[in-house]
């Protein structure tokens, strides 16, 4: 478990501003805060960030920020963005962030939804989305300001803001403002990526996030004051949790990654003790790593895979609450020493006491093959709604596949349908009304219906199926899970993406995505040239990509086998819109741009 530092207060009584006090206090000359400049990182300690939020905080208080009003934020993550949430949260106001790729209408709906008189945006690339609500009388929208300065216009820079706050700080009054915060108050509004439909605002207060915090260390064992590479967006509950709200309660050290594909460079920096990624992330570094075992000479990399299989061994002892022998416990150690950290050394990943994936079901055969390396990738669950972690696979006590039991104070369920029910203290306080009401998530008991299905083991550890929505339901009534099927496509290393259809209909096709890494280096070691567009047609990758799906429908019951597929070479992604900012499958955006070719996979 995390080292305890001293807490101001009972979790259920703390505010997010006390805790900074607390570290400005107790640890004000730790790092807080690093961010990329020119060659290195530059760096805030914990005093320095508080001095810089009363700056931001007394800039905004002069803009007429008032308590309780919704600002909303389209930035990167970059210091600007980080500092000024937690300025906005000082002042009792509702930080929300806004993710970079939503299109206009998104944009709109919540300005509208959350009646917002102010935005904080990047730069010139926002305005587009931006401007036009604020010539809109039906849109609330009444100022933005601009981080970069270039081409703002009429609009108020960050600069300027933060100089006018600089002059007009009142330490007096900025205490005062947030020691009039309750707990119950809302710390944000975090819109759900609207994988269908609008997105929704879930209000999250002080209590709900610092009681969670306060439940995942108590099963997490830290080193103190650990840093935390921060590179997904903050309109993610994951990343404001990971990157703002448990750095504060950890007295942790934050590195911004603005741009994500950095993200491995920066663990080859910084070597890290934690690192946190949803599944297309582990997805794509295990893509890597294969890619680059495959270039090994052939004796290095036998020894790899020996040594694979003997992590493999020491860490299925360890998910079964064994004891490892005398032998296997020198025999991994040796592996370890000799073969395997050096090669993480290279991934930067050398140092890791805690590899945690969410947000949606982790490929088996994915967490397998980290396992190799002696990292067991510690599955958890949660939602918006629940503040992040409802539960989670810890060190102690854990099982490939399944996502953990329930942090302490958090209790789950199944329906009668296998819908899986919550219920504790960190269930948001529900959804906002445009009118700024809240309706709440929960029924009269207090349970929240969360849209995933799932199962609960005889040792109280949980297994996720599928998206209550995801799920196929064939013309013969047959229920499928799309994910389960997916991820057995995906097993094989040619198929990097994939996507299952058959609602309605009386089997089920698929769309492949060859894999960007490993397919060139598979058609290389076969001297088999060209770009991904050239290989979807080449007869040996097909005849390949037949036998895949086949392996994968041996291990399916009958009603979830693929009976035809469609090859694809363009990799899926936000900026094309088959997935979610968090790199979730966008099944309607899919279904849409691919409905002709579905349909030919069901013409005879």
């Known amino acids: 478990m995390t080292t305890p530092l001293r807490l101001p207060a009972d979790p259920a009584g703390i505010t997010l501003p006390a805790l900074l006090l607390r570290n400005a206090e107790d640890h004000g000359d730790l790092p807080a805060l690093s961010w990329r ?91 587009p989305r931006w401007e036009p609500l604020l010539a809109d009388a039906t849109a609330p929208l009444e100022r933005l300001v601009v981080v970069e300065a270039a081409e703002v216009g009429e609009h108020r820079t960050y600069g300027s803001l933060h100089a006018t706050g600089a002059r007009l700080l009142d330490p007096e009054a900025f205490e005062k403002a947030w020691r009039g915060i309750r707990p119950s108050d809302a710390l944000t509004v975090v819109y759900t990526s609207g994988t269908t439909g609008d997105p929704k605002g879930v209000r999250l207060t002080h209590r709900n996030v610092l009681v969670g915090g306060v439940a995942l260390d108590a099963v997490v064992d830290f080193p103190e004051h650990v840093g935390h590479i921060c590179y997904l967006p903050f309109a993610h509950i994951a990343e404001r949790l990971l990157g703002i709200y448990l750095p504060v309660l950890r007295t942790g050290h934050v590195y911004l990654c603005a741009d994500p594909a950095q993200v491995a460079a920066t663990a080859r920096e910084l070597h890290p003790f934690q690192f946190f990624g949803v599944p297309r992330v582990w997805e794509k570094l295990a893509a890597s790593v294969r890619g680059a075992l495959a270039g090994l000479p052939e004796e290095r990399r036998r020894a790899v895979e020996a040594a694979n299989e003997t992590a493999r061994a020491h860490v299925a002892c360890r998910e079964r609450g064994e004891q490892p022998s005398a032998e296997l416990e020198a025999a991994y150690r040796r592996a370890k020493e000799e073969v395997l950290d050096p090669l993480l050394a290279l991934a930067g990943f050398d140092r890791l006491v805690w590899t945690a994936s969410a947000s949606a079901p982790m490929p088996l055969d994915v967490a397998r093959f980290w396992a190799g390396f002696g990292l067991v990738i510690m599955d958890a669950w949660g939602l918006t709604e629940t503040s992040g972690v409802v539960t989670a696979n810890v060190p102690e006590a854990f099982r490939l596949g399944s996502v953990g039991r329930p942090l302490d104070g958090m209790e789950i369920r199944t329906a009668d349908d296998g819908e899986i029910l919550v219920r504790g203290a960190t269930v948001c306080d529900g959804y906002l009304r445009p009118d700024g009401g809240v309706d709440s998530a929960c029924d009269a008991d207090g349970w929240f219906a969360t849209g995933d299905i799932g199962r609960i083991d005889e040792d109280g550890f949980l297994w996720l199926t599928d998206r209550k929505k995801d799920m196929i339901v064939t013309s013969t009534g047959k229920n499928v899970s799309p994910a389960l099927v997916e991820n057995a496509l995906k097993e094989h290393p040619l198929i990097g993406q994939a996507f299952v259809h058959g609602d309605g209909r009386s089997y089920l096709v698929a769309l492949l995505v060859l894999d960007p890494e490993l397919a060139p280096a598979w058609a ?38 693929i009976k035809r597929h469609r090859l694809l070479a363009e990799e899926w992604g936000p900026g094309t819109g088959e997935l979610t900012p968090s790199l979730k499958l966008r099944r309607r955006a899919v279904l849409a741009k691919y409905q002709q070719v579905i349909d030919a996979l069901y013409t005879p």
Not at 73 to 82: D, I, Q, S, T
Request: proline share 4%; no cysteine.
């Open 524 to 561: 290389a070691a076969r001297g088999i040239e060209g770009d991904l567009a050239a290989l979807v047609s080449h007869p040996a990758v097909r005849e390949e990509t037949d036998r895949a799906v086949a392996a994968a429908n041996a291990r399916l019951n009958r009603t979830e086998q």
């Open 37 to 127: 400049s020119g060659e290195g990182w530059s760096t805030l300690t914990w005093r320095e960030a508080r001095r810089e939020v009363a700056v931001l905080a007394a800039g905004y208080a002069a803009l007429g920020v008032q308590p309780g009003e919704h600002v909303l934020m389209m930035l990167g993550n970059r210091p600007e963005h980080w500092l000024s949430d937690l300025a906005l949260t000082h002042l009792g106001a509702v930080p929300v962030t806004v993710y970079g790729t939503s299109a206009p209408g998104q944009v709109a709906h919540i300005v509208r939804h959350s009646g917002a008189r102010l935005a904080i945006v990047e730069g010139a690339g926002e305005l």
